[in-house]
């Protein structure tokens, strides 16, 4: 497939100024594809695997909804498309096609089979246990005899994954930048570590919800997502001169994603972080260098940022560094790396209390949390500051004041936890570009 690099523009926001001996320059770039009216390049063959959680936890409600909301991702599939159904317990196996399909193992969208694929839907049921890597294995399989251009995932479950952390690692790394991979909790007795290292390795999204009536709507929504996306294999490149060191890059919006050790070397001082397949929309990605101190008044490039897909550069920006004896100049911080710094520090306080949580340690879950509380009042998240009043007692948000709840005090205080992990990944897009007073 040929790109379109007319449709593919970058902006870097930033303050290029650093004070007398400053070391460190921190960017955002805005990735955007197809909009404000540039020609998006054209539709790409694509291969969709929705994988639906069959455990025993699953019966009642839970597998209704899902056969529902599964059904209801076949429909949206376009002519032409491949895609297959695979059921999931403590093994997988293909619940569409299945083992008489003469082909690859993917099924052709058509009015024809999309009816089948839902008819298949409509059977699954609910017994066994819940082991990730086997689902995994056999999408990682059926993807791979697959030859289309972008291969887009579903993975839904309703309980903690039982692999062994080393086998589930294993497993991910080899589907890492083979698919991308959205993940779906649904129900009480899911986990969000599970479903954010599924998203972080195959850059996906996660998200969970109690009630199993959302999956429907939830589904249609991913489906609308990946059926417009258009390339696949898409990078950020990253040249930096001599002595510079990168301390991070991370997707900051719509969520926040580490790629900083998905690098992958490509020349002298290059590398490039996989960015996954894109569509018509916009992203925002947090860069940080550390190069060497240079007298006052000299002026370097950090940083050249290039989007690139399979090797085609599609659009380029600078990182500057310029050093100044000006104090009102230097500490100054473009609003827009100020937020998601923010945002960032946020999510970080979030997970970082509800993993102590998790290990008893109420001490610094009180601590960590009650400083995310104190964020999120401070930042305006109104949405980030409900889900953590699931956790904890708000005694006072200002000062991040708080006491953790127990499970006697509140049946749902467990996957609420859940919930707030998962959620924090969630960021808002910043729209002020102008400097903030650091």
Known sequence: M????????????????????????????????????AAQPARASAAEIIMIDCSGSMSGSKIRAARDAACVAIDMLRDGVAFAVIGGTHQAWVAYPGSAYQGSGLATASAQTREQAKQAVKRLDADGGTNFRTWLSLANKLFGADRSDIKHAILLTDGANGDRAADFRKVLDSCAGKFVCDSRGVGHGWLARDLMLVADTLLGTAAGMKDPTALREDFQAMMEVAMGKTMADVALRLWTPSGARIRF????????????????????????????????????????????????????????VSVVHRDQVLTQGLVRAVWT??????????????????????????????????????????????????????????????????????????????????RAEAADVDINAEMAAVGSR?????????????
């Not at 569509?279 to 050249?304: C, F, K, Q, T, W």
């Not at 960021?427 to 007073?437: G, K, S």
């Open 249 to 304: 890059v991370k997707q900051v919006f719509p969520e926040i994603n580490d790629l900083t050790g998905r690098r992958v070397d490509t020349g002298p001082r290059v590398g490039e972080y996989p960015l996954g397949a894109w569509g018509a929309e916009s992203r925002d990605y947090h860069l940080s260098i550390e190069v060497e101190a240079n007298p006052v008044g000299e002026e370097m490039l950090a940083a050249r």
């Open 325 to 406: 004896d000006d104090l009102a100049a230097s500490t100054k911080i473009n609003g827009r790396v100020a937020a998601y710094s923010g945002q960032a520090e946020l999510a970080d306080a979030i997970q970082e209390g509800l993993a102590a949580r998790a290990a008893g340690d109420a001490e610094r879950a009180t601590s960590r949390l009650g400083h995310a509380v104190k964020l999120a009042h401070e930042t305006g998240r109104s949405d980030t500051a409900k889900l953590l009043a699931g956790v904890v007692d708000v005694v006072d948000a200002s000062t991040g004041t708080v006491k953790l709840r127990k």
């Open 426 to 438: 969630k960021t808002q897009r910043v729209r002020p570009n102008e400097p903030a007073e650091g």
């Open 2 to 37: 040929t790109s379109d690099a007319s449709a593919v523009s970058a902006e870097v926001f930033q303050n290029e100024y650093l004070p007398e001996g400053g070391t460190i320059v921190d960017a955002v770039v805005t990735v955007t594809v197809g909009e404000g009216g």
